[in-house]
């Protein structure tokens, strides 16, 4: 059975679980051929509104089910992400410009993400308090209500799921708005999983449209949490919001990564695991490895071996055979990064490879003799751009990683022992040892510090329990209590 056939998917989500078309429609693009796959329809501000209406009167049932049988949809879901994974990826591949493993690595995360979370309904919700008074005290966890999702088109699925998923097992209903380029890999597939997985109607609503409905799923009154994944400006937009509406807002934002190459590091495996963390997914990923700090006794060859593998990268269309580095999603994202190149390039700093493009295809780059006053170091690029500096001293190396508004994932090859006392030193949400800065896993928390938002916001129960729940303080007496009124 095809879970998004172009055909029929409009019919089935608007007979079970989309909330609007007030919109009117938008094309879904290839971006590698800038080939039609179809159409989407599009919501505004007042389907937001009346989605969130329906969500809530959905919830309270939900959240009154069962901790086993909320567990068991999350369990359907997981094991359907496995059954329909190849036409899935193939969808991520086209409407993203994924290539064929990033797409796979997408799917598979997906059920992850369903299996933990579908232990979430039976894990522990509260803890038992000591008290003075004659009475139990309790601390325990209850859903949080209408759950809003906005996520963005890098990791369509993703950056979804590992909010959907939680919130659902957890009790809520959500309002799900993706990125209307990534609408059907974000956004159509998830409910159509979900409702095979049989998860209640109304508890899921779909929400494709630009920034009138963003603002909607945060201001609605019956919106509790907001789970936000993108761009820091936007973050910063949305947390003003939420703040202003009393909302929790999860920020998960921009990164601009550093990779620190200590003294000693095999230059080979160094130069490798620096080419994935630059050029995966064409840079698109907000944990990409944005900036090289590389020791100075391994910078010019560390530079030439990185040139060379940007060298020998296929780049090309992702559907119609092996390439390592598809398009990037659109002609804006494309001006942006060349844009930086340039100006770089401009300031000072040396084209060592890459710096072309044909369409949507930008070859990768790799920029030296970089200083960190240019654009391409101080800029979240977004793109498969590798800029590298040297640095002399362990210090040099932590205060380089350190200048940065960002805090979301470091890496560092090399002595462990140093790479501790780095890792120590540099604030990052997330820090990898011998491994470049790009990782994910359904049961770890995720998040960053500083411009890359407000901490450890997903993953793992704790983080998914803090996240999508409220505490609530309850106590218990045996007899009404004497007072002296």
Not at 49 to 68: D, E, F, N, V, Y
Not at 362 to 385: Q, R, S
Request: net charge negative.
């Amino acid at each position: 059975m095809s879970l998004l056939d172009a055909d029929t998917w409009t019919a089935k989500i608007f007979a079970d679980g989309w909330s609007g078309g007030s919109g009117g429609t938008a094309p879904v693009i290839e971006p590698a051929t800038g080939d039609r796959l179809g159409a989407i329809g599009l919501a505004d501000a007042e389907d937001a509104r009346k989605a969130a209406t329906r969500a809530a009167a959905a919830q309270a049932q939900w959240a009154a089910r069962p901790p086993g049988e909320r567990a068991a949809v999350l369990r359907r879901a997981g094991a359907l992400w496995e059954a329909h994974a190849e036409e899935i990826q193939d969808w991520i591949v086209r409407e993203s410009g994924a290539i064929g493993p990033k797409a796979a690595l997408e799917t598979h995360i997906a059920a992850q993400e369903c299996y933990e979370a579908a232990a979430l309904p039976s894990h522990p919700h509260g803890t038992v308090l000591p008290s003075d008074e004659a009475r139990w005290s309790f601390a325990r966890r209850r859903p949080a209500g209408v759950v809003s999702v906005i996520a963005p088109f890098n990791f369509p699925l993703i950056l979804s799921i590992r909010s959907v998923a939680p919130a659902l097992a957890l009790g809520n209903a959500v309002l799900l708005k993706p990125d209307p380029r990534t609408a059907v890999c974000g956004g159509v597939a998830l409910v159509r999983i979900f409702q095979e997985a049989g998860l209640p109607e109304g508890l899921l609503q779909l929400l494709p449209g630009g920034a009138d409905v963003g603002e909607a799923v945060v201001t609605a009154p019956e919106v509790r949490v907001v789970s936000f994944t993108g761009s820091t400006a936007a973050g910063r937009r949305v947390g003003e919001l939420g703040a202003r509406h009393l909302k929790r807002t999860h920020l998960e934002l921009g990164g601009n990564n550093a990779l620190i190459v200590l003294p000693g590091a095999d230059l080979t495996l160094a130069a490798s695991a620096g080419a994935f963390g630059s050029f995966m997914h064409q840079g698109q990923i907000c944990m990409s490895t944005g900036r090289h700090l590389v020791h100075e006794s391994l910078h010019d060859a560390y530079v030439e071996a990185l040139s060379a593998k940007a060298g020998h990268l296929p780049v090309g269309d992702p559907a119609s055979g092996q390439v390592a580095l598809g398009p990037l999603i659109d002609d804006r994202q494309l001006g942006r990064v060349d844009d930086l190149v340039r100006r770089t390039v401009a300031a000072g700093a040396r084209l060592a490879a890459g710096g072309t493009y044909q369409d949507l295809f930008y070859a990768p780059t790799v920029l030296a003799a970089v200083t960190p006053t240019m654009p391409a170091w101080t800029d979240e690029v977004f793109g498969p751009v590798a800029p590298v500096v040297p640095f002399a001293t362990t210090e040099e190396a932590i205060a380089l990683a350190s200048e940065s508004e960002y805090g979301l994932s470091l890496g560092i090859l090399g002595d462990v022992g140093d790479a501790m006392a780095i890792a120590d030193a540099v604030p990052s949400g997330i820090v990898h040892i011998n491994e470049q800065t790009v990782s994910d896993e359904a049961n770890a928390p995720f998040g960053g510090v500083g411009a890359s938002g407000t901490g450890s916001r997903f993953g793992g129960p704790e983080a998914n329990l803090e996240a999508f729940t409220e505490t609530q303080w309850l106590t218990a007496r045996p007899q009404i209590a004497p007072y002296p009124f």
